[in-house]
Nanobody
Framework: QVQLVESGGGLVQAGGSLRLSCAAS????????MGWYRQAPGKQRELVAA???????NYADSVKGRFIISRDGAKDSVFLQMNSLKPGDTAAYYC????????WGHGIQVTVSS
């Protein structure tokens, strides 16, 4: 049974930084990609950032230049460094991994105050 555990969320003032972490445990097979989605109240879930097995990254336009995704392949962990946070970044953030299946974390709240 694959489990994803997220940590690092919380409340921060606009302009501040947070670092999200996600650790995968259990037998998942080859991980082809890892990343983060987010969902704000009343909005659809959207991709924030993803990193493929070969290291290629992909970011939402709204976070380019502010967020950095990285991965520790040896530990099946993925990280999201979030800088220059804005109130519009407020959302629940969900970690995922892509193998033959997609596995999701339970989500972690990030709140940015103005």
């Amino acid at each position: 049974q694959v489990q994803l555990v997220e940590s690092g969320g919380g409340l921060v003032q606009a302009g501040g930084s947070l670092r999200l972490s996600c650790a995968a445990s259990g037998s998942s097979g080859t991980i082809n990609a890892m990343g983060w989605y987010r969902q704000a109240p009343g909005k659809q879930r959207e991709l924030v950032a993803a990193i493929e097995d070969g290291g290629r990254t992909n970011y939402a336009d709204s976070v380019k230049g502010r967020f950095i995704i990285s991965r520790d392949g040896a530990k099946d962990s993925v990280f999201l460094q979030m800088n220059s946070l804005k109130p519009g970044d407020t959302a629940a953030y969900y970690c995922y991994i892509l193998t033959l299946h997609v596995y999701w974390g339970h989500g972690i709240q990030v709140t940015v105050s103005s």
